[in-house]
């Protein structure tokens, strides 16, 4: 393994004009380069409603010389405001599939909306055999029912808005990146939190100062890149066959997806979870996977996750691909309201789970994101897994690095602790080097993050690089 000392920050103070970034995701490319990702959050650290975009970092080597690119971007609101009634996107999860196609999927709210504030319901209705966006003129914004308008094919770049009751097509349209035209021309609002003269901005739907607004839920909203990152796909909203009606929030779970192989076929997968109303059930959320067999155009959702009464939910997750027994399956590492990191299993290409299952040699934060990563490191004969997670049962703090050793049996004996930072430590993300150590992107303080790297000896020991 290399032997390199110095890393450079991906996502450090005043990088992007941005003194804080949350939630990380990181994935090593085929080509060997390292992709990470954050939420920008400007001049505040607090979750949707806010303003917060999307950034990527690219490295050749996962070490130094970061490239950057915002990928998700609202400008309702002016860079570096604060405002609780901005459009905004939050949280990410990154995977490559085996034709090299990079996804991202993000969650996206219209102004004003978030976890809390999402309403039960889609955004979408079946008219005429096809489901459709429905938009509003602001008038009874909160009734999906009362809905008027809805989006139409897609003619080129372009997809008409018609009425809902008549059908008729309106002055309105969109483009695919749900920016608002009239009469075929772009429709403009003054950007808020401007310096001196307010700014002109195209509408997108996503705007409460548009004509035209969606419904005040939550979108699953992806991007995919085959050309390595340098340019982007439009936006596809998963939420349009993924989501149920009756679930209010419903998002990705932040960091990484996986690619695995399922009745011969490549299959990608992302963990998501869902709430029906915050606390209106026993189990308030429940962790599942969404995954694709053809390159990420369609998608199918799994079965959720099931879970005892006093754990009352699973959220944000992560998956990796075990091998135990000469027996590949798929776990999932899950957030719950328990001090035991807890999983699932499936045996059917994430289709199916088993019951959620607290490790008690994995005692740690409690209701806090948690990254694991399967890896083709063997010690002993026994694949190696790691985790990164908080180490205090009592709050957010005390990271750790955690080296498993999964056995034939499918139980994993970690067998190694590492201390990674006294204090404050919440969000992780791991990933393998093309060099053949391993970095981790985590959040050391409220709104900052901290890359390091390390490597996993032959005794399943972590040493510092």
């Avoid at 990154?94 to 990079?102: A, D, M, N, P, S």
């Avoid at 969000?427 to 391993?438: A, E, I, K, V, W």
Wanted: proline share 3%.
């Amino acid at each position: 393994m290399a032997d390199r000392k110095v890393c450079i920050q991906p996502f450090d103070k005043g990088t992007l004009n941005c003194e804080r970034f949350r939630i990380p995701a990181l994935y090593t490319l085929q080509d060997g380069r390292v992709v990470a990702g954050a939420d920008v959050r400007y001049a505040h650290g607090s979750d949707s409603p806010n303003n917060i975009d999307i950034a990527l970092a690219f490295s050749p080597d996962g070490y130094a010389d970061w490239q950057y690119h915002i990928l998700n971007h609202f400008d309702d609101y002016a860079d570096g405001v604060t405002e609780k009634d901005s459009a905004s996107f939050i949280d990410s999860a990154i995977v490559q599939t085996e034709t090299g196609r990079i996804i991202v999927i993000t969650d996206a709210f219209p102004s004003e909306g978030g976890y809390l504030q999402a309403k039960k319901g889609t955004g979408f209705a079946c008219i005429n055999g096809k489901k459709r966006l429905l938009l509003t003129d602001g008038k009874n914004s909160d009734k999906l029912s009362s809905f008027a308008f809805y989006v139409g094919d897609f003619e080129g770049d372009t997809a008409a808005v018609y009425t809902r009751k008549a059908h008729q097509k309106t002055p309105y349209g969109i483009d695919r990146e749900f920016r608002l035209y009239k009469n075929g021309q772009p429709v403009y609002c003054a950007q808020k939190g401007s310096d001196g003269e307010a700014k002109q901005v195209q509408q997108t739907v996503f705007y409460s100062a548009a004509d035209l607004q969606v419904y005040r839920t939550v979108y699953l909203w992806m991007r995919y890149s085959d050309d390595g990152g340098k340019t982007w796909s439009a936006p596809q909203l998963l939420s349009e066959s993924l989501k149920k009606d009756g679930e209010s929030f419903f998002g990705i779970c932040p960091g990484r997806g996986i690619v695995t192989r399922h009745n011969g076929k490549e299959r990608i997968l992302f963990c998501v979870y869902n709430n029906r109303g915050i606390f209106a059930d026993p189990v308030f959320e429940n962790a599942c996977a969404i995954y694709s067999d053809d390159n990420g155009q369609t998608w199918q959702r799994s079965e959720k996750v099931k879970i005892s009464l006093q754990l009352r939910k699973t959220s944000e997750s992560q998956l990796t691909e075990l091998n135990a027994g000469g027996k590949t399956f798929l776990r999932m590492y899950a957030r719950n309201l328990s001090n035991y990191i807890g999983f699932s299993d499936s045996f059917d290409g994430g289709h199916t789970w088993t019951r959620f299952t607290p490790d008690k040699q994995l005692l740690g934060t409690k209701n806090c994101m948690v990254s694991f990563l399967s890896t083709d490191r063997f010690v002993d004969g026994k694949q190696v897994i790691l985790c990164s997670a908080g180490g205090n049962t009592k709050e957010r703090a005390d990271g750790v690095l955690r080296v498993g050793l999964v056995q034939d049996n499918a139980s994993v004996n970690w067998i190694t602790t590492h201390p990674v930072n006294k204090g404050f430590f919440a969000y992780s993300c791991l990933t393998n080097l093309p060099d053949g150590n391993f970095a981790l992107l985590y959040e050391d303080e409220p709104a900052h993050l901290q890359y390091t790297v390390f490597s996993v000896n032959a005794k399943g020991e972590i040493e510092e690089v």
